[in-house]
């Protein structure tokens, strides 16, 4: 169980494009879903945290009108690169939280490569 | 912030041999999770250990909460095993549930 998907798994656009990158966690509810950037040979960097029904929470740095994020049920996060330039080239991982009293386990989905030209 | 660190940074294998990846971290945490990041990007999780110990097939993986730290064996390692180690943790004093990841342990097992 626990599983989460992303859609697409990579994409290529032009600059100036704007791309929308899907999460849903596929066997569980989550209220709280994450997304995360890595560039290579590097840790993950945590974007921002979508909250179901709520505003997401971005982190310090992060701009908020470039990355769009729509929490809109239990089950689907989608972020929306908006008016991507190749600097926003990037491997974008989302997870989704498994939440159950005090159990508190984070599962990621497979990651969406994104290189825009 | 609180601060993860992971030793080593890279690690070489012979088939065969075991290992034992380390994770510190400088406060205290509500959750603590082991992943492997396999050459697909893939993050896997291995371990949801915010303390005490657990074992699965050839990896265990052991949390001491009090002195800051956690450990992560891997024993008879084969080329499979080959990738990136993360170790994750959520800050104790909040309750946002956001994961602050170490930097890694790159590990490349030799047939």
């Known amino acids: 169980g626990a599983v989460v998907s992303q859609h697409p798994s990579w994409v290529i656009c032009k600059s100036g494009t704007s791309v929308k990158i899907e999460c849903r966690s596929l066997?569980?509810?989550?209220?709280?879903m994450f997304w995360y950037r890595q560039f290579p040979k590097q840790s993950l960097m945590l974007m921002a945290t979508?909250?179901?029904?709520?505003?997401?929470?971005?982190e310090q740095g992060v701009e908020k009108d470039k990355f769009l994020i729509n929490h809109a049920s239990l089950t689907l996060s989608t972020l929306t690169v908006t008016s991507a330039h190749p600097e926003d080239s990037s491997f974008y991982i989302c997870?989704?939280?498994?939440?159950?009293?005090?159990?508190?386990?984070?599962?990621f989905g497979p990651g969406t490569r994104l290189t825009v030209l | 912030g609180i601060q993860v660190e992971q030793s080593p940074p890279d690690l070489i294998l012979q088939e065969g041999a075991n290992s034992t990846l380390r994770c510190n971290f400088s406060?205290?945490?509500?959750?603590l999770q082991w992943f492997h990041q396999n050459p697909w990007g893939q993050l896997i999780n291995l371990f949801y250990?915010?303390?005490g110990t657990k074992q699965n097939g050839r990896l265990s993986a052991t949390t001491v909460a009090t002195e800051r730290y956690s450990l992560l064996y891997i024993s008879s390692s084969q080329t499979t095993d080959s990738g990136v180690y993360f170790c994750?943790?959520?800050?104790?004093?909040?309750?946002?549930?956001?994961?602050?990841f170490g930097q890694g342990t790159t590990l490349q097992v030799k047939p």
């Open positions: 997870s989704a939280r498994l939440t159950r009293s005090s159990y508190n386990e984070q599962f």
């Open positions: 066997d569980f509810q989550a209220t709280t």
């Open positions: 979508s909250n179901e029904g709520s505003k997401a929470t971005y």
């Open positions: 406060d205290s945490v509500n959750n």
């Open positions: 250990i915010p303390s």
């Open positions: 994750a943790i959520t800050d104790g004093s909040s309750n946002t549930g956001k994961l602050i």
